[in-house]
């Protein structure tokens, strides 16, 4: 229906392409203990990631580059049976050498300490004295954010399985994707933050610095004082001060109770599905689906904010919507949990980390709000539990097929108003209220294919054409190929590429597959080329025939 390529506005003039890295060092489990300091606004991290050669290119396992954004300090690497020769930590990423290549299927373990304070992004911190507002820590990874806290191969195709230990004060509740092993009384460890950003000295004065802090008994001012004097004498003029705070913070740590929290995950999971939540919470426990009787469905918010009658009017309706995916796709919903975190840490509307969805708490609603907003609240719902499926068991291959997961989240949105009688909402008042928002952008903005390689930032492809515009698609594939047809290749699609990666190639072969139907066109027209048909409409009343004359003319081509 158009030229291929992209209009002008998405990308900036020379915008690169994105395709899924090469590993020839795949992460297969990445083993995390943080102790949280949330008044602080950080934590002291040991990071245990187990990689496995998958290459005979001895120049290729020799080395390993790690996504650490902004990380205030790495404290110590170190590998092990062949061990590291050297790191290096750019402020971006830390390159691991290794003394020598690991052999082809061998397995390395790679130990990192480091500090995490007042991160830039991917761990939101809420701390405050007055008892009006509740602490929080929550994580919100999409797209590539994992990285800020987490040394991680930050891409959907990389995927691990996690266990994490996390330890907090035993007021709060920690949860995180997966199952929850163990709940156990701890010892913190006798850490204090640095006192000094990793910008104040050069890099590889702080590089020096952060690699001999080894000992996490050293209070800020002692790390100053013994290794950088001069910074000390001149940055810090009320250190004595400074020390005796710490000290009080120290004794009354001492007498504080503290729990460690450890949860394991066993499917294999990208950075951007995994996530952890801290607080003070209130918690509801759902009526179970019965198709997955055995999966607990809880939510959670903080206490402070919030009650269970909140909670259960929000979310009720989450077990009749697990027996609903089944009953559409074929399939039961997977993980060993379903559940929900709402807190107001600016999540923008919900986020379907694996087994763990968190939330925007402004969408909560209450008894009387359920009347009007309720819709709302189900259809967030839907979409976000339709991506344990669109995204979450079938991965997106990388960001060029985000379409596969969000486009099909909000098509499913679609199919569920449809046969549950929502007064506000019906299916096609649901399509025809976002239509507006693919137009304008498609229109003014730019044109851009569904499945597009070139962007500036992954970020740029979540816009109006990756929601409603592909819900549009999906809705018309559906009725090109029939309503049974349709259904029964999709659920073939699943079982196909469950627990893999997929990408657009990888949908359209298996629809082809299932329908003897080609979907070259369709696919070329409506998924890899930009734009949508565009027609003229002209009328013409013959007075003298009583007659009407209507003349269409597609006119997408002269405009592209
Ligand atoms: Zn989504």
Partial sequence: MSKGGVQSGFTLDGGSFHFSPTLALNPEHIELEIQLDIPNHGFLGHCTTTIRSQSENSELTRTIQFNAESFYSILN???????????????????????????????????????????????????????????????????????????????????TTYSVEISVPSEYTALACGKLISSTPTTPKQFEIPTFPSTL?????????????????????????????EFTQKSVPNTDESFSSTKTENESKENEQWTCWRWELEEICPSYLFC?????????????????????????????????????????STGEMVDWMFKK?????PWNKYFQV????????????????????????????????????????????????????????????????????????????EEHSHEMADSYGILWMKREGYFTESNAKYKRPMCCYKFDSSWDMFDRHLYPGGA?????????????????????????????????????????????VSLEMFFNQWFYSPGHLKIKVQMEYNVIEKSIGIQMEQIQMKES
Avoid at 281 to 290: G, N, P, Y
Avoid at 499 to 515: G, I, Y
């Fill in 276 to 316: 952890i939540a801290v607080g003070d919470f209130v918690k509801a426990e759902l009526k179970r689906a019965s198709t997955r009787n055995d999966m607990e469905l809880e939510v959670f918010a903080p206490k402070l904010w919030y009650d269970a009658n909140t909670l259960h009017c929000s979310f009720d």
């Fill in 472 to 516: 549009w698609r999906l809705n018309m594939l559906r009725h090109y190929l029939g309503e049974n047809v349709f259904w029964k290749a999709v659920q073939k699609y699943l079982d196909q590429y469950w627990n893999e990666t997929a990408d657009t190639h990888d949908f359209q072969r298996v629809l082809e597959k299932h329908s003897n």
């Fill in 201 to 229: 000295v050069s890099n590889t004065e702080f590089q020096q610095i952060s690699t001999k802090i080894s000992q996490f008994k050293l209070n800020s001012s002692q790390i100053l004082t013994q290794y950088l004097p």
């Fill in 342 to 417: 709402a807190t107001g840490s600016g999540i923008g509307g919900a986020m379907e980390n694996i087994s763990l969805v968190t939330w925007d708490d402004s969408l909560l609603v209450n008894e009387s709000m359920r009347l009007e907003r309720g819709w709302i609240m189900d259809s967030v719902n839907v979409h976000e539990m339709a991506h344990s499926y669109f995204g979450n068991a079938v991965v997106m291959k990388g960001f060029a097929h985000a379409w596969l997961k969000e486009s099909w989240a909000s098509f499913m949105e679609v199919v569920y108003a």
């Fill in 329 to 333: 796709l074929g399939r039961k919903l």
């Fill in 77 to 159: 690497v170190s590998s092990s049976p062949i061990g590291i020769k050297s790191y290096s930590y750019s402020g971006h990423s830390l390159e691991i050498n290794f003394n020598e290549s690991i052999p082809n299927s061998d397995q390395e373990f790679i130990s990192i300490q480091y500090i995490i304070f007042n991160p830039i992004s991917g761990l939101s911190f809420s701390s405050s004295t007055s008892n009006q507002t509740p602490n929080f820590v929550v994580s919100d990874h999409e797209t590539e954010r994992a990285r800020y806290w987490i040394p991680c191969i930050d891409h959907p195709s990389v995927r």
